[in-house]
């Protein structure tokens, strides 16, 4: 099922290539990140603290403020693409420095991993949380091929 927040994301990039064509002197690259993880940015409002807004997290940092807190009990055993956020920023970088990236749409993902396996990594590395989450239903592995279409 795709939610909202995906549905906004393939409208807005359907509405970048619209845009793009009838600006064509105006280069368009495309990135894709899957799952992002790493550090985090704090938020730039001193008036906004962590815990006591923690939307400002951004979804992926969330994801797992939620499962420290308890607030999340069951983890997905489906995989999906992970990626660092700072490989994201390096695709960032080459989009707008490679001449080759205009007109091109890249997906980041360095890895397939699943919800269960980061509450694994969290169980490791916050040990003074008691972190109790059980597996949920898995499904077909979902498959990154680094291979370029044509």
Not at 100 to 114: D, E, F, L, V
């Amino acid at each position: 099922m795709m939610g909202a927040y995906r549905i906004s994301k393939v409208k807005a990039e359907k509405a970048a290539w619209e845009w793009q064509k009838q600006n064509s002197h105006v280069e368009l690259v495309v990135i894709n990140p899957t799952f992002v993880v790493g550090p985090a940015l704090p938020p730039t409002n001193e008036n906004v603290k962590f815990p006591d807004r923690p939307q400002a997290l951004g979804t992926s940092c969330e994801t797992f403020r939620k499962y420290l807190a308890g607030e999340n009990k069951v983890a997905s055993s489906v995989n999906f693409g992970w990626v660092d956020v700072r490989d994201v920023a390096l695709m960032h970088i080459l989009g707008a420095e490679v001449e080759q990236a205009n007109g091109q749409r890249y997906i980041g993902s360095t890895a397939m991993k699943t919800q269960f396996d980061a509450v694994q990594l969290l169980k490791k590395n916050f040990p003074t949380h008691n972190i109790e989450v059980s597996a949920g239903p898995s499904g077909p592995p979902y498959q990154v091929s680094v291979r370029k279409l044509h």
